[in-house]
């Protein structure tokens, strides 16, 4: 196996099974190392970043390869109910150390858990497991015994004792209690015990356990709107406002005591908040509008509230402030989208992180001929369902890779790094491949692929001549004006 770290030469192997794909995400971009270098200090020094480039070339693939870099998030976001105010929840962040004592004192109050034949008969018989008449043990959800087939009653069920009891189980209501008290003496201290039914088993809890509890209870209730594990790269691409933003969900009973759903548990985050220690990447900035101006304060003040969105909603009088929002920004856009980012916006991401144009070709050379081979390597790798390519074939490729480097950016002895459309062909020789049954793509799926793939303009100047008179043969008599007004119209399109 080669390890493409270290440089090869294409002679050195036989097919994309002999190169090893890297496993950092951000060593399998090709041809774009300013931009990658880049993206490290972004990721080290937690800087924002502005990607400029045509599509295809390696910009979502280095946003997410930036949110892998990062360290793993040590927050966990939650919407604490106020009870003095509920239409202000308030917010807490918890960090991985103190969810951990969290967890264990959740778990030491948590009491041990018994088979109902372990604790004493009376507890047994107290909260339904076992049957007062003939000592079978059953489920408390079970009113009759499925022994002796008499209603298993509590004993001495006051004040109404065995007769309501009996009506009840008549019903197959179960009128068992949900815990006993109890009291031991231990060392010659009385001591208090609580058996508590929990399913088919019985729970023992002391006083120390039953302390804990009251106080865990006494917390005030609360909703995790961004969980410590979480993905790190979070997308915007053409997020709506309450997409990026987050809201307050509408309740149809408005958050009646009774009936409604208090608001701190309607409040939905945002992506600016689910990016919280991580990657913000919103592909095609521009397409945000005016939503670019809340991606600046969110930027500015790294917290961002939380209110709802809808003025006909119940969630709009509730607001949830200092929601955190600490995130690297990642955007993207084409050179021609340039002026319409927000100004204030773009100077932000200047002043406090970089902006890169991609390239979109690389000079060829040896060395980017096997970075090509390793791309195609990671191609077929990724698709999964088409067979490894022979030398021939990569070559093929390469020349392809080649010719578009010269037709696209009229680059010549350069390779393209337009790698989306190139992917394409890839698969595309790869499906040839599976259809006729071959181990590996060879040069002529390649050179087929290549045919097919040519986009349809290109395929219809080299039938006619010229797009224009490709037009006009498409066009029978019945079509000519007035009636073919749409065909006048989508022609315009092309001249
Ligand atoms: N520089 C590159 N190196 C390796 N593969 C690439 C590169 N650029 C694009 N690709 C391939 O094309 C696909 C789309 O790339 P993407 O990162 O989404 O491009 P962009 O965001 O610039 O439109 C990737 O998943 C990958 O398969
Ligand atoms: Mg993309």
């Not at 070339?57 to 949110?67: F, H, L, R, W």
């Not at 239409?87 to 109902?116: C, F, H, Q, T, Y």
């Not at 408390?140 to 008499?150: L, N």
């Not at 759903?261 to 945002?270: E, M, Q, S």
Request: net charge negative; aromatic share 6%.
């Amino acid at each position: 196996m080669i390890d493409p770290r270290k440089g090869f030469d294409l002679r050195d192997i036989e097919t994309t099974a002999d190169i090893v794909i890297p496993t950092d995400p951000l060593e399998r971009v090709i041809g774009q190392d300013e931009a990658i270098y880049i993206a490290k200090i972004a990721a080290m020094q937690h800087r924002n970043l502005l990607l400029v480039g045509p599509p295809g070339t390696g910009k979502s693939m280095i946003a997410q390869a930036i949110s892998l870099h990062l360290p793993r998030p040590s927050e966990e976001i939650r919407v604490v109910h106020n009870p003095q105010n509920p239409e202000r929840p308030l917010v807490e962040v918890r960090n991985a150390e103190e969810l951990r004592k969290e967890e264990e004192e959740l778990k030491s109050a948590e009491g041990i858990l018994i088979d109902p034949q372990e604790a004493p008969i009376h507890v047994a018989e107290k909260l339904g497991y076992r049957c007062s008449k003939c000592g079978a043990y059953s489920s408390p959800e079970e009113t009759v015994c499925p022994r002796c087939g008499q209603p298993k009653t509590p004993p001495a069920n006051a004040p109404f004792g065995d007769i309501f009891g009996s009506i009840s189980a008549a019903f197959g209501i179960s009128s068992y209690p949900q815990r006993v008290t109890t009291t031991v003496i231990e060392n010659g201290e009385d001591k208090i015990i609580v058996y508590e039914r929990a399913g088919d088993k019985i729970r023992v809890l002391d006083e120390k356990m039953m302390e804990k509890r009251r106080e865990i209870e006494k917390k005030k209730p609360y909703k995790v709107i961004v969980p410590l594990k979480r993905n790190p790269f979070v997308l915007a691409t053409g997020a709506s406002e309450t997409e990026l933003l987050g809201d307050v969900r509408h309740d149809p009973y408005g958050g009646h005591p009774q009936l409604g759903t208090p608001p701190y548990k309607r409040v939905v985050p945002g992506a600016v908040h689910e990016a919280h220690q991580g990657v913000l990447f919103v592909d095609e900035i521009t397409h945000l509008g005016d939503l670019q101006r809340y991606i600046l304060t969110a930027l500015q003040e790294k917290k961002f509230p939380i209110s709802g969105r809808n003025s006909q909603s119940a969630g709009a009088s509730v607001r949830v402030d200092d929601v955190p929002c600490d995130f690297i920004l990642v955007a993207a856009c084409n050179i021609q989208d340039l002026p319409h980012i927000l100004s204030p916006l773009r100077s932000r991401i200047m002043g406090d992180g970089y902006e890169v144009l991609m390239k979109t070709t690389m000079p060829d050379t040896p060395k980017n001929r096997a970075k090509y081979a390793q791309f195609i390597a990671q191609e077929i790798a990724m698709d999964g369902r088409i067979p490894h390519a022979s030398r021939e074939a990569m070559l093929a490729i390469i020349e392809e890779g080649r010719r578009r480097a010269k037709v696209i950016d009229n680059e010549a002895n350069a390779l393209t790094l337009r790698l989306r459309d190139l992917g394409g062909l890839i698969r595309a020789a790869g499906d040839l491949a599976v259809m006729n049954g071959e181990k590996l793509i060879e040069k002529k799926h390649v050179e087929k692929a290549v045919e097919i793939a040519r986009p349809v303009e290109e395929k219809i100047e080299k039938k006619y001549g010229s797009l224009e008179s490709g037009l006009m043969s498409d066009v029978s008599k019945s079509q000519k004006p007035p009636y073919n007004y749409w065909n006048e119209s989508d022609a315009s399109g092309y001249q």
